[in-house]
């Protein structure tokens, strides 16, 4: 069955260093996403990806989080300089098309755990 | 007034009975409305889709939608204790951005 892959599973940076979290997406699927869940609260949205550009993105999504698909397969979060307060359980999540439009079903990969100290 | 809410719960429901879990939403030009199963630990799992007002029916699983009270619910049919978990709403608003509840905490009494 196909699944979207992270890495990596877990993270351990200090503040103030750039840290990249990579996604491979279901390989049909054209929308991409990334979530971030602090333990114990929401699944918050951070940014909506289409068609080689952000579609959407949340006011946490300031100027040190970028996102980038590299090549055909990957979709990579990049955090610029890390904070405290960025540790989190970050999840790439993908969605397919349906007659133009996007199905929003999303499949979430196993996330990956982020820790700044 | 929040995105999407949902009461945290927990909601405790004895084994075999019917655990009714309850959503709003505040965009009234959402367009389509998910049910996702978070275990602890765990990424979300995707049990049900609903486009349009109605009932929507999968196994012991019913989403029910109802755009005009901006109203989403999901029954689920003879619990299981596999079925103790969170319960998040999700909406997709008309700019693809997929908005999450906080979740429904469920404990299925065995």
């Known amino acids: 069955e196909p699944e979207v892959t992270q890495t990596p599973s877990h993270q351990v940076t200090q503040m103030g260093q750039e840290v990249i979290l990579r996604c491979v997406p279901i390989?049909?699927?054209?929308?991409f996403y990334w979530y971030r869940q602090i333990l114990g609260q929401k699944v918050e949205f951070l940014v909506s990806?289409?068609?080689?550009?952000?579609?959407?993105k949340s006011e946490i999504f300031d100027d040190q989080f970028s996102v980038e698909r590299p090549d055909g397969s990957n979709f990579t979060l990049k955090i610029r300089s890390t904070k405290l307060e960025d540790s989190a359980m970050y999840f790439c999540?993908?969605?397919?098309?349906?007659?133009?439009?996007?199905?929003?079903?999303?499949?979430f990969g196993e996330g990956s755990r982020l820790t700044v100290l | 007034q929040k995105e999407v809410e949902q009461n945290s719960g927990p909601l405790s429901v004895p084994e075999g009975a019917i655990a009714s879990l309850n959503c709003t939403y505040s965009?009234?030009?959402?367009?389509?409305f998910f049910w996702y199963r978070q275990y602890s630990g765990k990424s979300p799992e995707l049990i049900m889709s609903?486009?349009?007002?109605g009932d929507k029916e999968d196994g012991r699983f019913t989403a029910q939608l109802n755009k005009a009270s901006q109203y989403v619910s999901l029954l689920i049919r003879d619990s299981q204790p596999s079925d103790s978990a969170t319960y998040l709403c999700?909406?997709?608003?008309?700019?693809?951005?997929?908005?999450f509840g906080k979740g429904t905490r469920l404990h299925i009494l065995p």
């Open positions: 999540a993908s969605s397919g098309g349906l007659g133009g439009s996007n199905t929003g079903e999303l499949f």
């Open positions: 390989s049909n699927h054209l929308y």
């Open positions: 990806f289409y068609n080689n550009e952000i579609s959407e």
């Open positions: 965009d009234r030009g959402s367009q389509s």
């Open positions: 609903i486009y349009s007002n």
């Open positions: 999700a909406v997709n608003r008309r700019d693809d951005k997929i908005i």
